[in-house]
């Protein structure tokens, strides 16, 4: 069974930044999808941004564009998500996601194989 943590997570004023990160235990995770969706409570979960097992792919959501980034460090088996320029509507649970088997559906929550438990991230002043 792959298990994903999550750090990094915490209250930020509006403006500021945060860096979550995700700690996988997968043998082959330099060959997974890896994804990062955020969900509020009472409201499905969303995708946030996607990196592909060579890191040199990365997909965002159009409201995290230009303010997140996403990477990865295959050898620490180890995917980052540094959020800058935080608003209050980024507060939520964020999650880590992989992908054993990449479909192209990178957006998707059935896409993913694995969950991390999730980090509560609040932008609040």
């Known amino acids: 069974q792959v298990q994903l943590i999550e750090s990094g997570g915490g209250q930020v004023q509006p403006g500021g930044s945060l860096r979550l990160s995700c700690v996988t235990s997968?043998?082959?995770?330099?060959?997974?999808?890896m994804g990062w969706f955020r969900q509020v409570t009472g409201k499905e979960r969303e995708f946030v941004a996607a990196?592909?097992?060579?890191?040199?792919?990365?997909y965002y959501a159009d409201s995290v564009k230009g303010r997140f980034t996403i990477s990865r460090e295959n050898a620490k088996n180890t995917v980052y998500l540094q959020m800058n320029s935080l608003k209050s509507e980024d507060t939520a649970v964020y999650y880590c996601?992989?992908?054993?088997?990449?479909?192209?559906?990178?957006?998707?929550?059935?896409?993913?194989?694995?969950w991390g438990q999730g980090t509560q991230v609040t932008v609040s002043s």
């Open positions: 997968a043998r082959t995770f330099s060959h997974y999808l």
């Open positions: 990196i592909m097992w060579s890191g040199s792919t990365t």
């Open positions: 996601a992989a992908d054993r088997n990449p479909r192209g559906n990178h957006d998707w929550p059935s896409e993913y194989d694995y």
